[in-house]
């Protein structure tokens, strides 16, 4: 089993992030290929991407220019922390890794890419498999471990607006 240069603990071949630390383990496959963030996000659309919590109805704004970004869960005793924190919704009781999902564009399209996380992403119960980009579409269901959330993507910077963001 090999072990993490950062803090010596053992982990999992094909997994990108120590769970013990947060170091990368392994370069994500698709990140020297991506244009900058944002950049590839369809043209004079998309200004955000909103995740609803489905369980409390809570919603995450990410604008494109914020893509790529992590979907995971913080931990007290890691340096690097998620962009979409799911520690406050059970993420931890509900099987969501530290590091679980990515989302960014590519060619126009929003992706997501599982992390190799242990209790996987499924997309409309359809189960993805680790680090291969999967597109998702306006109200796609995104499962981290047991965790749901809906996917929508806002064209219209007043309809961002119209969406609260809770918490």
């Known amino acids: 089993m090999p072990i993490c240069p950062t803090c010596g603990r053992p982990y999992l071949l094909n997994t990108i992030f120590c769970e013990h630390c947060g170091t990368a383990l392994h370069p994500l496959r698709q990140t020297e290929e ?37 979907i995971g869960r913080a931990d007290a005793g890691q340096a690097r922390r998620p962009q979409v924190d799911l520690a406050p919704y059970g993420g931890l009781e509900r099987g ?39 597109r998702l579409k306006e109200g796609d269901i995104l499962r981290l471990g047991t965790l749901r959330l809906r996917v929508y993507v806002r064209t219209d910077r007043s309809a961002v607006h119209q969406l609260p963001e809770s918490g």
Request: glycine share 6%.
């Open 34 to 70: 991506l244009p900058p963030a944002g950049s590839c996000a369809p043209t004079g659309s998309a200004p955000a991407v909103v995740l609803e919590l489905l369980s409390s109805a809570h919603r995450f704004r990410l604008l494109f220019d914020e893509l790529p970004a992590v």
């Open 96 to 134: 969501v890794s530290r590091q679980h999902a990515r989302l960014f564009w590519q060619a126009g399209h929003l992706m997501v890419e599982d992390l190799a996380s242990a209790n996987g992403t499924w997309v409309n119960d359809a189960r993805l498999p680790p680090n291969v980009p999967y």
